[in-house]
């Protein structure tokens, strides 16, 4: 009869101990700071696409580009900062199999994003609302576990910041073609190579940022 509940209080003693690391990472990483300020952000994108919406001088949900450009790179700036820890010597001496954490940190985070945000595009989701909004996410969180490995966690932000407001200046009038691929984040969701480009931009930078981690800067040798 012990015998029997031996793996079972191993079981609940493990679960414990990983729930606790899990808590004790988020919060080592700014989790609380960066729920936050996601939390500001999904309102934000909430009222702010529901008003262009509904502006009879606007072209209806269309007009709700800028927010479906603009509020994934915000949530992805926000994601950056935790992407690296405070010590990353301290957690490099651990014996914690870090690419699964990393890998599960940044999967979370994506999800946890994509999801916020596609519940404010509800309204019409197909035209520049939730379905866009998803794609966004990915394409931004990519560029950014990207920038994380080969620019460091603080400089992170830049590469989507820069490509995304790029992209907005440019403003496409193209649909499809050429521009499903560089101007992926202006694109209506129905065109397959926009999403096709920001898949990749996210398998290729979550794979590259669990793989290797985040760059550290050049007093921290390798």
């Known amino acids: 009869m012990n015998r029997s509940r031996a793996p079972e209080g191993h079981k609940r003693r493990t679960a414990q101990a990983n729930a606790r690391l899990a808590q004790l990472h988020l919060r080592a990483r700014g989790g609380p700071v960066f729920g936050a300020g996601l939390g500001l952000a999904t309102l934000l994108a909430w ?3 529901d008003w262009l919406a509904s ?3 606007f072209a209806g949900p269309v007009a709700r580009m800028p927010v479906v450009l603009l ?3 915000i949530a992805a700036v926000l994601l ?3 992407l690296a820890g405070a010590d990353d010597e301290l957690e490099r001496g651990t014996a914690l199999p870090w690419q699964r954490w990393r890998l599960g940190h940044l999967l979370l985070a994506a999800a946890t994003i994509g999801g916020l945000l596609a519940l404010t595009g509800l309204r019409a989701p ?3 609302g939730a379905y866009a909004l998803l794609r966004n996410t990915l394409g931004c969180v990519g560029l950014v576990a990207l920038g994380a490995a080969f620019l460091r966690a603080r400089l992170a932000w830049l590469p989507a910041f820069g490509y995304v407001c790029a ?5 496409p009038r193209q649909i499809g073609g050429a521009a499903g691929i560089w101007a992926w984040p202006a694109q209506p969701s129905s065109v397959i190579t926009s999403w096709l480009t920001a898949g990749t931009l996210f398998a290729f930078g979550t794979l590259w940022y669990a793989a290797r981690g985040a760059q550290r800067g050049p007093s921290q040798d390798r």
């Not at 992209?167 to 403003?171: I, K, L, R, S």
């Open 47 to 49: 009222s702010a696409g």
């Open 55 to 57: 502006r009879p001088y």
């Open 71 to 73: 509020a994934p790179l």
């Open 80 to 82: 950056a900062p935790t």
């Open 167 to 171: 992209v907005y200046a440019a403003t």
């Open 126 to 128: 197909e035209v520049f």
